[in-house]
Nanobody
Framework: QVQLVESGGGLVQPGGSLRLSCAVS????????MSWYRQAPGKQRELVAR??????TYTESVKGRFTISRDGAKNTVYLQMNNLQTDDTAVYYC???????????????WGQGTQVTVPS
């Protein structure tokens, strides 16, 4: 059974940093994309950052502050978050597009979410 296990959330003061991790466990064939989303109270879930084998993308509000990276050998994606602001407060979710076997089409899997709180 495939699981995405996130860690690294918490409470941090404005201007501080956190590093989120998301590890994919279970038997898989390949991962073609990994992303971080976030959902603030009363708002829709939004894409924060995405990484593939040849590109990275960021939502405008985090450019220059957040960095997404991936360790292919560990099937793990990271989100380094610097200069955190109160608007970054949200539950952060990891998402992976992966194939279980070479015969499967890619499917999306999600982590359980990790809370990031930046108090005003």
């Amino acid at each position: 059974q495939v699981q995405l296990v996130e860690s690294g959330g918490g409470l941090v003061q404005p201007g501080g940093s956190l590093r989120l991790s998301c590890a994919v466990s279970g038997s898989i064939f390949s991962i073609h994309v990994m992303s971080w989303y976030r959902q603030a109270p009363g708002k829709q879930r939004e894409l924060v950052a995405r990484i593939t084998s040849h590109s990275t993308t960021y939502t405008e509000s985090v450019k220059g502050r957040f960095t997404i990276s991936r360790d292919g050998a560990k099937n793990t994606v990271y989100l380094q978050m610097n200069n955190l602001q109160t608007d970054d407060t949200a539950v952060y979710y990891c998402q992976a597009g992966l194939r279980l076997t070479m015969w499967d089409n890619p499917s999306d899997y999600w982590g359980q979410g990790t809370q990031v709180t930046v108090p005003s």
